[in-house]
């Protein structure tokens, strides 16, 4: 007997997605997880334009991850030009992800995923029920949001980055207040994890999870040197294109990546499978929330952007304290030289390794581009997982089946605006 | 009589949804003082049929998909905000290609793509009757706040009509056009921004949509003056203040 499990547009997740999963008795016949976006082409939008003008262009792929496209696309682009980043460059932008894995871990763990363990449809019921989680929430994201403004010079679609360093420096009293709201922070992580040791998680299909994550030492865990794959393999940055070789497919205006045919997932769980999890205060957090790692379970994600909701107010806040300790002013720009070059950076976005390249002629204008999103490459694995869960699951009647296939859709904590865009095949 | 909200994103980046959802002090009393009976971002029960006061629409319409939800939406609604510069004048996804659109496509995701549900960016205005428009690439916090308040009202918000150089006069900036010829753009766009970009050294992109009567011949020709070649001029104005329309 057929069955079909469909949800025609997804709920609480960034941007157009639905899948359909078609059951014959115990057996999942077919999984399709669509994304019907309407095609931006991005990276051909950047085509003749300057360099300068490239952040500011494709900061618009996506306003969550606003900042984390702006930050890659000008390294990238410093390594096109042979432009090397002071280190007060470098930890102000470093500042700026960790700020934005703190607004969009605390957007979805709050705001989107929460709602579903609780059985509430969402925000508004979420206010209603649980006022006191719903406000931590939103403080916390906040935060994330006024570390942002701070150094980008808005939350979303910043301003100030360039190739070479920023067009202005946050004042010192901006990093002073800073400073105070990020200690002030801390008892609400406390909390953060309170609440989540307490969120009964649903059992969906369990099975061991390819993860890839930048290789990252100590606390800059938003950057890395290189990139590894949970089953040992590794391999440089330039060669990007060997893990996340793309393939599109009808169903959806996105491309899957699939490194030798095989998936797999990226984000906040990867790079705590990858890396390793930390001691301190991050580390506590695991161990009150019974995270570990490896995990079977992808709603561990969930669990795992908490604790680097904690981890990334830490790591922050050692960065705005050194950067009060030196003389303001080494951040600021300078003119930067135009060759013809290319150039390839990555960093950690908060869903996964965002992967930015571009071609610039003598003058400095783009003559191509490429973007990978982490939401792209984790779309594979979260086909498979859907069908891992139809199959392990096919005796729940069909509304529990297509929620827990929801939760499943969403512990990925897709951005699937971000997904769509033009990368050229082959 | 509490108002019902919908709030829907088309084909865009959700950035004007995000900026509602970063009002973090506000939003619980919007929470409460709204009915928001129609959002998909933060909800997951809707009602996708019913009437509703006041439609926030983001996004351009780029597919024929987004064409029908947002005919369906106008038919629902008694008002009908475009919020954000990809809804009010098609945004970023209608700047100039630098080639065929189909051929684009093409290129990119091989012969699968002339199956993709796909068209050139438009305004909402391009399909449907809209009765108020924020711009910004996001919109600004406090002109969504004011609107807000105006809508639950029963009102419609007050438009913008002056460019960003009356904001960088009020903030006593020092102009980056004239003082420095750097390409700024604030003289065509519309202002309301605070001229957050020129006070934070960066030229004004655009990003807000063209001011009413913007005078481009006259921005070309003193960026002329200062060097800025005439094709620099007209591909920073090809990203948002003059969006590429199809027929």
Known sequence: ??????????????????????????????????????????????????????????????????????????????????????????????????????????????????????????????????????????????????????????????????????????????????????????????????????????????????????????????????????????????????????????????????????????????????????????????????????????????????????????????????????????????????????????????RGILFHRYVLDGRGTVTDADVITPTGQNLGHAEERLRLTAASLASLGDADLRHRLEVVCRAYDPCLSCSVHVVRAG | MTQRIGIFGLSGCWGDQLVLLNCEDELPRILGAARLVDFLAASNENDTEGPLDVALVEGSVGSARDEERLREIRARTRVLVACGTCACFGGIAAAHLSGPRAELCRQVYGPLADGYDQAPHRPLRAVVQVDAALPGCPIEKHELLAALAALLQGTLPVAVDHPVCLDCRIRENTCLLLSEGVPCLGSVTLGGCRARCPSLGAPCIGCRGPVPEANLPSLTAVLAEKRVSAEEVERRLALFVRPHEEA
């Open chain 1, 1 to 350: 007997m057929s069955r079909t499990i469909e949800v025609e547009h997804l709920g609480r997740v960034e941007g157009h997605g639905a899948f359909t999963v078609v059951l014959d008795g115990p057996e999942v016949a077919r999984v399709e997880f669509r994304v019907f976006e309407g095609l931006r082409l991005f990276e051909r939008l950047v085509l003749g334009h300057r360099f300068d003008e490239v952040p500011a262009i494709v900061s618009r792929v996506c306003a969550i991850c606003s900042h984390a496209h702006a930050i890659v696309a000008v390294a990238a682009l410093e390594d096109a030009l042979g432009v090397v980043p002071t280190p007060r460059t470098s930890r102000l932008r470093e500042l700026a992800l960790h700020g934005g894995n703190i607004e969009s871990h605390a957007l979805h763990a709050f705001a989107l995923a929460l709602p579903d363990f609780l059985r509430l449809p969402g925000l508004a019921a979420l206010a209603r029920e649980q006022p006191a989680a719903t406000l931590l929430g939103l403080r916390l994201k906040k935060l994330g949001n006024t570390i942002q403004e701070t150094v980008g010079g808005r939350a979303v679609h910043p301003v100030t980055y360039l190739p070479g360093g920023f067009s202005a420096e946050p004042s010192p009293e901006a990093l002073q207040a800073l400073a105070r709201d990020l200690t002030a922070a801390l008892d609400d992580c406390e909390r953060a994890v309170t609440v989540w040791s307490a969120v009964p998680l649903p059992l969906v299909g369990r099975a061991p999870i390819r993860c890839a994550a930048l290789v990252s030492q100590g606390g800059d865990f938003l950057r890395g040197s290189g990139i590894r794959i949970s089953d040992g393999a590794t391999l440089p940055v330039r060669a990007y294109r060997d893990l996340a070789g793309e393939f599109a497919v009808p169903h959806a205006h996105a491309k899957q990546a699939a490194h030798g045919g095989r998936p797999y997932m990226l984000g906040a769980l990867a790079r705590m499978t990858v890396n390793g999890i930390p001691g301190g205060r991050a580390g506590e957090a695991a161990a009150r929330l019974g995270f570990r790692v490896p995990s079977q379970d992808v709603l561990a994600n969930d669990l795992a952007q908490v604790v680097e909701i904690v981890r990334s107010v830490e790591r922050a806040r050692t960065l705005v304290a050194e950067l009060l300790e030196e003389p303001a002013g080494a951040a600021r720009a300078l003119p930067v030289q135009p060759r013809a070059g290319e150039g390839i950076a990555a960093i950690e976005a908060p």
